[in-house]
């Protein structure tokens, strides 16, 4: 894995963690360091295969 790759990963990551806690894409965006939410928003998808929202909702419905 190359740095960049790792560095992506880590951000996927806590994405993942702030999407279960609730924050909004926005914030998330702005909080890792991504120019816009569409750019936060396309690199979730590639890594989720999901959107923010989407993830959002098969966490809390598997959590209920």
Request: net charge neutral; charged share 20%; aromatic share 10%.
């Amino acid at each position: 894995m190359s740095l960049g790759e790792w560095r992506q990963r880590l951000r996927y990551l806590r994405a993942v963690d702030a999407l279960e806690c609730g924050q909004s894409v926005q914030a998330i965006s702005l909080d890792l360091g991504f120019s816009t939410p569409s750019a936060f928003i396309a690199m979730f998808q590639r890594e989720a295969g999901l959107s923010p929202e989407q993830f959002r909702r098969e966490f809390l419905a598997n959590a209920a």
